[in-house]
C-alpha cells in the first residue's frame, strides 16, 4: 500500500482521529493531576502548628508521635470545627500520612448521606484513571454546599484517591424532617441519658441563639442524638482501623458518637478508640471529652 493509498484510506482517516482524541484525553488528564507534592504541602506545613495535648495525660506531643498512637486505634473520631479551614487541612494531613503508620481500612464522613454513597463508591473507583476537576467532582458527589468545598475540597479530593472505602454517615434530608415532626430519638440508654440531654439543649441553645423554651428543640436534640447513632453504627459496620470526621460536639467523649458505640457494643467486645479535637484552647475542652486535643492552629 502506497503512502498516498494509506492517507486516503478510511480505516486511516478513523485512526488519526482515534489517535487525536487520545491525545486530547492524556493532555486533559495531565490538566487535571495537580503536583501530588504542591497538594501535600499545605497540610504538612499546617500539622507543623498549634499544640498538641494527651487530654489524659497532659503531656505534649509531637505530630509524628500523636500519628504513633493513633495507628494503634481500631477507630479514631476526629472533631472539627466546620468553618475552620485550618482543621481541614489536618484532616487531609491525617489522610495522607496515618496510611503510612498502618493500612487504612475505612473513612466515614459526617459530610455525606447514604443517598450519596453509590456516587462515592463510583468516584472513587473512577479516580485512578480520571480525576475531574473541583467542579466536576462536586457534580459527581452532588456535594451538599451546606459543607463549602474551599473548606472540604482538599479533604474530600484526598478520600477520593484511597483505595480503602470512604462510607457516608449523615442523615439524608427527609429523615431529618421526619425525626423533626415526631422528635423521635434513637433507640437505647444515651437517649434518656439526663446529663446527655440537658448538655445537648444548652448547647444548641446557645449555638443557634434559642431561648430555652423554644417548641423546636426536642427535634433538634433528636435530629443530634439520631445522627450520632448513625454514625456509631456506620463505624461499627466499618472495615477496621476506620476514621470519622464529624464536629466537635458529635466527637466528644462524654455524649457524642463514642456513647453511643459503648451502647451498640454493650456486653460485647469493644474495639480500642481514640477520639482527637481540633479546636480552641478557650473551649474548656479537656481529658474527660477526648484523647487529644490539637489547639492554636
Given at each position: 500500500m502506497t503512502s498516498a493509498t494509506l492517507r486516503s484510506s478510511p480505516l486511516s482517516a478513523a485512526a488519526r482521529r482515534f489517535a487525536c482524541g487520545l491525545l486530547v484525553l492524556l493532555l486533559t488528564a495531565c490538566q487535571h493531576l495537580p503536583d501530588p507534592d504542591q497538594q501535600a504541602a499545605a497540610p504538612a506545613q499546617t500539622a507543623q502548628q498549634g499544640q498538641i495535648l494527651s487530654g489524659t495525660e497532659g503531656r505534649t506531643l509531637t505530630a509524628d508521635a500523636l500519628l504513633d498512637e493513633l495507628a494503634q486505634a481500631d477507630i479514631v473520631i476526629v472533631g472539627e470545627r466546620h468553618d475552620a479551614r485550618a482543621h481541614h487541612l489536618i484532616e487531609e494531613w491525617v489522610v495522607r500520612t496515618l496510611p503510612l503508620r498502618r493500612p487504612a481500612g475505612s473513612y466515614v464522613l459526617e459530610m455525606a448521606t447514604a443517598s450519596q454513597q453509590a456516587?462515592?463508591?463510583?468516584?472513587?473507583?473512577?479516580?485512578?484513571?480520571?480525576?475531574?476537576?473541583?467542579?466536576?467532582?462536586?457534580?459527581?458527589?452532588?456535594?451538599?454546599?451546606?459543607?463549602?468545598?474551599?473548606?472540604?475540597?482538599?479533604?474530600?479530593?484526598a478520600l477520593m484517591a484511597q483505595t480503602a472505602p470512604v462510607l457516608a454517615a449523615n442523615l439524608d434530608r427527609p429523615e431529618v424532617e421526619q425525626i423533626l415532626r415526631s422528635n423521635a430519638r434513637p433507640a437505647g440508654a444515651p437517649s434518656s441519658d439526663?446529663?446527655?440531654?440537658?448538655?445537648?439543649?444548652?448547647?444548641?441553645?446557645?449555638?443557634?441563639?434559642?431561648?430555652?423554651?423554644?417548641?423546636?428543640?426536642?427535634?433538634?436534640?433528636?435530629?443530634?442524638?439520631?445522627?450520632?447513632?448513625?454514625?456509631?453504627?456506620?463505624?461499627?459496620?466499618?472495615?477496621?482501623?476506620?476514621?470519622?470526621?464529624?464536629?466537635?460536639?458529635?466527637?466528644?467523649?462524654?455524649?457524642?458518637?463514642?456513647?453511643?458505640?459503648?451502647?451498640?457494643?454493650?456486653?460485647?467486645?469493644?474495639?480500642?478508640?481514640?477520639?482527637?479535637?481540633?479546636?480552641?484552647?478557650?473551649?474548656?475542652?479537656?481529658?474527660?471529652?477526648?484523647?487529644?486535643?490539637?489547639?492554636?492552629?
Open positions: 456516587r462515592l463508591d463510583a468516584t472513587q473507583r473512577a479516580f485512578p484513571v480520571t480525576r475531574p476537576t473541583d467542579d466536576a467532582l462536586q457534580a459527581q458527589l452532588v456535594w451538599n454546599r451546606r459543607w463549602p468545598w474551599r473548606q472540604y475540597g482538599g479533604l474530600i479530593t439526663p446529663a446527655i440531654v440537658r448538655t445537648l439543649k444548652d448547647l444548641i441553645v446557645d449555638s443557634h441563639g434559642m431561648r430555652a423554651d423554644d417548641d423546636r428543640l426536642d427535634g433538634m436534640i433528636a435530629v443530634q442524638m439520631q445522627r450520632d447513632r448513625r454514625m456509631a453504627k456506620t463505624l461499627l459496620r466499618a472495615p477496621k482501623p476506620a476514621i470519622l470526621f464529624t464536629g466537635n460536639i458529635h466527637a466528644l467523649k462524654t455524649l457524642g458518637v463514642l456513647v453511643h458505640l459503648r451502647d451498640l457494643q454493650a456486653g460485647l467486645v469493644f474495639p480500642k478508640v481514640k477520639v482527637l479535637l481540633l479546636t480552641e484552647a478557650s473551649a474548656g475542652f479537656d481529658g474527660r471529652h477526648a484523647d487529644y486535643l490539637w489547639t492554636g492552629l
